[in-house]
């Protein structure tokens, strides 16, 4: 970003917090009791303020089947999402506008081909579902619980929005555009290696270190270890040392 577009961009953002400020009583409701942002000093809470402000002014949030979204379920969201962008800028958001809330978990259905190149429609349940330049799609019911209760390596925002993150490169591949002095071949190496490590014990029926559900792809082991680094750190670091170094650097 240029000089001139970099102090355009904070122009607007100023004037952005001071014609649509999150009222106090709210923010002090929700960001008090959500697990995931006990860890963050006082100067962290107040740029997330800034940037969960530009989230709930610059992207739809509405509600599936009847479901109300009010303030506070705004606001719920939009904090645990900005915190995956909380040192990168919110560009890092880029390319999609809208957050659908269903009540609890929803239903879809795609075709599928099997083995014999058959095509079948197979009906999956689903607690969150990103799309590539759509919408990311969320169980509320499952956002509460994730919000007020410490689930070591799950909480379906992180994970939903780490696929933006991976995203925004245009594909889904587990290898988003890395932040300014990373190394590529250091990434794909450390990830790698712990994602085919991961798919052994998971082919092996081994008690996996982390969410088996990492091994599905490269995409869901990004979102996965992304879901680890902010929630169970410690358990990342201990298993994936590499892993945990390499998104250490990423989101700063």
């Given amino acids: 970003?240029?000089?001139?577009?970099?102090?355009?961009?904070?122009?607007?953002?100023?004037?952005?917090?001071?014609?649509?400020?999150?009222?106090?009583?709210?923010w002090q409701s929700v960001t008090q009791r959500a697990v995931l942002l006990k860890r963050l000093d006082a100067v962290q809470m107040a740029h997330l303020r800034e940037m969960t402000t530009w989230f709930i002014n610059q992207?739809?949030?509405?509600?599936?089947?009847?479901?109300?979204?009010?303030?506070s379920m705004k606001i719920t969201v939009a904090a645990q999402a900005c915190l995956l962008i909380l040192n990168l800028g919110v560009e890092y958001f880029d390319g999609w506008v809208e957050v659908i809330l269903?009540?609890?978990a929803f239903r879809v259905s795609r075709p599928e081909m099997d083995s014999f190149g058959l095509v079948h429609n197979e009906a999956n349940v689903l607690t969150g579902e990103s799309w590539l330049r759509g919408p990311v799609i969320l169980?509320?019911?499952?956002?509460?619980?994730?919000?007020?209760?410490?689930?070591?390596?799950?909480?379906?925002i992180l994970h939903e929005f780490a696929h933006k993150l991976d995203s925004l490169n245009g594909v889904m591949d587990g290898m988003p555009s890395l932040t300014r002095g990373m190394i590529r071949k250091d990434w794909a190496k450390a990830?790698?290696?712990a994602?085919?490590?991961l798919r052994l014990q998971v082919a092996a029926g081994k008690s996996a270190f982390i969410n088996p559900y990492a091994a599905t792809n490269p995409a869901e082991f990004f979102a996965v270890v992304s879901e680890y680094f902010f929630?169970?750190?410690?358990?990342?670091?201990?298993?994936?040392?590499?892993?945990?170094?390499q998104l250490m650097l990423f989101y700063r």
């Avoid at 929630?231 to 170094?245: Q, R, W």
Wanted: include cysteine.
């Fill in 231 to 245: 929630t169970a750190p410690d358990i990342l670091k201990n298993f994936c040392p590499g892993v945990h170094k």
């Fill in 139 to 156: 169980s509320w019911e499952d956002v509460k619980r994730d919000t007020y209760h410490y689930h070591a390596g799950h909480n379906v």
């Fill in 59 to 71: 992207k739809s949030i509405s509600g599936a089947q009847g479901l109300e979204v009010t303030p």
């Fill in 1 to 26: 970003m240029r000089p001139l577009d970099i102090a355009f961009h904070r122009w607007r953002m100023r004037r952005m917090l001071r014609r649509n400020p999150i009222p106090h009583r709210i």
């Fill in 102 to 104: 269903y009540p609890g």
């Fill in 191 to 193: 990830l790698s290696e």
């Fill in 195 to 197: 994602y085919d490590a």
